[in-house]
């Protein structure tokens, strides 16, 4: 993927988590730009992020840890953790155990001024844990209530949109971010088809793709 400008992405909320920043190519060595991820502890913003100016990779402790030239692939990975973290650069262990400010990791961003990144980006974090429940029937021209718990809820995550399996069911109403219990609202039509049908639930999230399955009833 290549970036320019500022670009934002919310990854859920996780206490520890993997990247792997693999093939990064600068177009240019005269411009410079962060990579990071940020969070919040006890309502302060906080931030993890590696830096590139003029050739030089600094890390979270500004200390230069590479040179880079322009067209010139390599690779930074590493761990993030509640209270400390590790990395590699071109699959070479560089810092362990290096102690960091407790956070909660919500966010990652990538900073450009000047020029372009070309990079393979990957973050690997724990699943949330969750929990889906809904009514057994309900008549097809009214609404029902799916309930997603999330059962962490020091870990909340973000919903972006959602499907059903059943095309004539429309989902009207979606929480924006679960803390604890939120509702979804889902309605129906003249023109469903009534019975029992299994149906299945997907919800696109900051936190990956949350999906459950249950059987309903659909009455007249």
């Known amino acids: 993927m290549i970036f320019s400008g500022d670009t934002y992405r919310q990854i859920g909320s996780a206490k520890r988590l993997s990247f792997n920043a693999s ?4 177009n240019n060595i005269t ?5 990071g ?19 030089k990779l600094m890390d979270p402790e500004n200390r230069y840890i590479y040179s880079y030239l322009s067209e010139d692939p390599f690779s ?12 590699y650069i071109n699959e ?3 810092c362990f155990g290096q102690q960091k400010d407790q956070n909660i990791i919500e966010n990652f961003y990538v900073k450009i001024r000047n020029c372009t990144l070309d990079a393979d980006i990957k973050i690997y974090a724990d699943a949330p844990s969750y929990s889906i429940s809904q009514p057994s029937s309900f008549p097809k021209t009214e609404s029902y209530v ?9 870990l909340p995550f973000t919903i972006f949109s959602g499907d059903l399996l059943n095309t004539s069911l429309s989902i009207t109403n979606l929480p924006l971010r679960v803390t604890g219990n939120s ?25 990956g793709n949350i999906t459950g399955g249950f059987n309903v009833e659909i009455t007249e």
Not at 38 to 51: I, P, Q
Not at 76 to 87: A, E, K, L, T
């Open 23 to 26: 093939g990064i190519i600068f």
């Open 31 to 35: 411009g410079s730009a962060e990579l």
């Open 37 to 55: 991820f940020s969070g919040a502890w006890n309502g302060t913003t906080k931030a993890l992020e590696f830096s590139f100016s003029s050739g």
């Open 76 to 87: 930074i990975s590493g761990d993030i953790n509640d209270d400390y973290y590790q990395y």
């Open 92 to 94: 070479q262990p560089v």
């Open 146 to 154: 799916i309930n997603v718990t999330n059962k962490n809820s020091n």
């Open 183 to 207: 509702d979804i609202i889902v309605t129906g039509d003249h023109t469903t088809t009534t019975g029992n049908f299994a149906e299945e639930i997907t919800l696109y999230s900051s936190a």
